[in-house]
């Protein structure tokens, strides 16, 4: 499975941004798919999750009701949305893919054995 991500930039406190995980390969192997965040000098968070064939989603405390998980299975494509964003939203974001399974609801990143590359996401205050 091959992870893209893109979709990060500058924006104000307040501001949104879209960020898009693009996959390809074995996506009919994925159990769920995830967006995690690493700020400079933190270790990689939990950001949201969502099952790939349910569709039912779990989001960090630290960004429930500002981001938004969903995906488009026809495109093999998860998408991040967010509002409302906060300077401390500020970090490379990763998506990553579980394809060992069964359970969904991971949130740890090592139940995810495949990452994209990152693109960063600057919230300016």
């Known amino acids: 499975v091959q992870l893209q991500a893109c979709g990060g930039g500058l924006v104000q406190a307040g501001g949104c941004l879209r960020l898009s995980c693009a996959t390809s390969g074995r996506t009919g192997s994925i159990y769920t798919m995830g967006w995690f965040r690493q700020a400079p000098g933190k270790e990689r968070e939990f950001v949201a999750g969502i099952s790939w064939t349910g569709g039912s989603t779990y989001y960090s405390d630290s960004v429930k009701g500002r981001f938004t998980i969903s995906r488009d299975n026809a495109k093999n494509t998860v998408y991040l949305q967010m509002i409302s964003l906060k300077p401390e939203d500020t970090a490379v974001y990763y998506c990553?893919?579980?394809?060992?399974?069964?359970?969904?609801?991971?949130?740890?990143?090592?139940?995810?054995?495949?990452w994209g590359q990152g693109t960063l996401v600057t919230v300016s205050s």
């Open positions: 990553a893919a579980d394809t060992r399974g069964p359970l969904t609801g991971g949130r740890l990143p090592g139940k995810f054995n495949y």
